[in-house]
């Protein structure tokens, strides 16, 4: 018996709130019963579209922080000498040194150069990741713990856990809703994905957000396609962003018209292709030209 | 005073509160973009730059004459960002922290940093406004660094607005840090509402006094009032949902500039920061 292959289609967009995770749980009910993998774990949003039923719930624990046990603490001052973080705050008269643990990055510095020894170094509890069952297809989230570090390695994560229910269950396609930006987490969201959807929107930002995006597209080898989001706010800049992607490399997939139905299909717990909204009709255009499984 | 601007969700409109506030404050402010991986408040506020400075990050470099391969900085190192094998170790640049541990531990001092860039930091000045943007390179994962060299020129007897990036994970918790005040901004829809909870479980972590602007008044429901009242959360700003704002944003206008109707709506904001701050915040 042959393979199939598990493809991979990961939606960034760069700018933040230009509409990935509606357009996301959108394909989630075009396609035909996908994986869904949120991997935006600072702020998923996406289990408010899909309601899920949460079928397995997984503590994510990961690195370390240091935690100054007060009674041994000298006071010598050589831990916040060497913490390039910022987490050591230095206690008052008489009083010993303490970790600021939103600061600390789990180094270990300090734990290692203490020369009394009085730096505890726990692991920490960065999160949980869940697998859930939705009306489109198991998915897999996760939430990150409040001020917690390792959202790359969460994101990682939910990526593999996604790929892995995919290959077991026989399902070809992954639909990651990326986070915005282009460091850590969108790195770790795209790396070795098969296709990108970067979803903008025609402002200045939006262009301007969607060079960089494609550039570290092109920096991990993806291949891009684009679809402008709210066209007709600007329909010049949306034919500018267009010619831009062209020249950066990347296929144009459409454009959805600005479309005030997409806030009451959320506030339904709805996909916006669930609703009779008028961009419906264009989301589906843009996911027919990805032609994906 | 240093006052963050800052969301849990994308998009909802931390840069124009950021550069129309900065416009209305006047001559003297700094705007500082902490948004290093996407900076957008240059193409608001444009002004000419009056400097640029590389950022680094310390790595390390290991001078294979002195290492014995005894493998102690592998065993320090909580990032796999160096690794040995037994001989002389292979470094991984783009996951070193730059802890500077493995240069500290070596017995040998066979280990030395050396920079490695991360980004650009830019200095422009727009009508007497000081602004100052991060600007990550493409395929740099870490942010923090940079934010933190955004922040080290910060001058503190001035007023300092931060426009944060989108989230609630470490680069956002790196901009408002050591913040007087953070205003949060979000849109009265079910994403708005859920992510302005992340937003505020995060910033009592830090212990930050904070107040809400809802944008986009009337796009949605009103969740996002309820929750605000029921949690005793200020409403410092509403902005209404007017889709010739989008449109003079999709532009690089200035609201205040564009729709000279809006003015008072940040003299106001800036007011309502003052007033609430002063009365002990919360």
């Not at chain 1, 035909?32 to 579209?49: E, T």
């Not at chain 1, 300090?110 to 692991?123: K, L, T, Y």
């Not at chain 2, 500082?32 to 310390?58: M, Q, W, Y």
């Not at chain 2, 991984?92 to 050396?114: K, M, N, S, W």
């Amino acid at each position: 018996m042959s393979e199939t292959k598990v493809e991979e289609l990961v939606i960034i967009s760069g700018k933040g709130g230009t509409g990935k995770t509606s357009i996301t749980a959108s394909f989630a009910v075009l396609a035909g019963f996908p994986v869904i993998a949120d991997c935006d774990v600072d702020a998923a949003d996406m289990h408010l579209i899909l309601t899920p039923a949460v079928r397995e719930r997984h503590e994510f624990w990961c690195g370390n922080e240091a935690v100054i046990r007060r009674a041994d603490c000298i006071r010598c001052g050589k831990c916040l000498d060497l913490c390039r973080f910022g987490a050591i705050i230095p206690g008052g008269e008489g009083e010993s040194y303490s970790v600021d643990p939103v600061a600390c990055e789990g180094c270990g510095v300090c734990v290692r150069f203490c020369p009394a020894q009085a730096i505890d170094f726990p692991e920490s509890l960065s999160g949980e990741w869940m697998v859930s069952e939705t009306r489109c297809g198991p998915m897999v989230h996760a939430r990150l713990g409040i001020a917690a570090e390792n959202s790359g390695k969460l994101v990682s994560t939910v990526r593999r856990e996604a790929k892995r229910l995919a290959e077991e269950n026989g399902h070809r396609l992954v639909l990651v809703d990326g986070p915005p930006g282009i460091g850590c987490p969108v790195i770790a969201s795209m790396t070795g994905a098969s296709k990108a959807l970067v979803v903008t929107e025609p402002t200045v930002s939006g262009e301007h957000d969607l060079e960089r995006v494609l550039k570290l597209a092109r920096h991990f080898d993806i291949p891009a396609a684009v679809c402008v989001n709210k066209w007709d706010l600007n329909p010049e800049m949306t034919g500018r962003i267009e010619t831009l992607a062209i020249r950066s490399g990347a296929r144009i997939a459409g454009r959805i018209r600005y479309d005030r139905a997409v806030t009451s299909a959320q506030i339904k717990k709805k996909a916006v292709v669930e609703i009779d909204a008028p961009s419906a009709e264009d989301i589906r255009r843009v996911w027919e030209s990805l032609d994906l499984p | 005073m240093i006052i963050s601007v800052a969301s849990g969700k994308g998009g909802t409109g931390k840069t124009t509160v950021s550069v129309n506030l900065a416009r209305t404050i006047g001559a003297g402010v700094q705007l500082l973009d902490c948004d290093v991986e996407e900076p957008n408040a240059h193409l608001f506020l444009k002004g000419r730059e009056i400097g640029s400075d590389i950022v680094t990050i310390p790595i390390p470099t290991v001078d294979e004459s002195l290492c014995d391969g005894c493998g102690e900085c592998g065993r320090l190192c909580r990032y796999h960002a160096i690794v040995s094998f037994g001989s002389a170790p292979l470094v991984f640049p783009d996951l070193c922290h730059g802890c500077g541990g493995c240069a500290l531990v070596c017995p040998r001092g066979a280990i030395r940093e050396t920079g490695k860039r991360i980004g650009v930091v830019e200095t422009r000045d727009a009508d007497g406004i000081t602004l100052i943007q991060g600007r990550l390179d493409i395929g740099v994962a870490m942010a923090p660094p940079l934010i933190r060299a955004v922040k080290s020129r910060l001058n503190r007897e001035k007023t300092a607005i931060l426009d944060a990036p989108p989230g609630t994970s470490c680069p956002v918790i790196a901009t408002v840090r050591g913040s007087d005040f953070v205003v949060l901004v979000t849109e009265p829809t079910p994403f708005g509402l859920h992510d302005l909870g992340l937003a505020i479980e995060m910033i009592r972590e830090i212990a930050v006094p904070f107040g809400v602007v809802v944008n986009r008044m009337g796009a949605g429901d009103d969740r996002v009032h309820r929750f605000c009242r029921d949690e005793g959360v200020p409403i410092l700003l509403e902005i209404p949902d007017d889709r010739r704002i989008a449109e003079a944003y999709s532009r690089g206008e200035l609201m205040v500039d564009a729709l000279p109707d809006y003015t008072d709506h940040f003299a106001t904001l800036m007011w309502n920061i003052r007033d609430f701050r002063n009365s002990g915040g919360k």
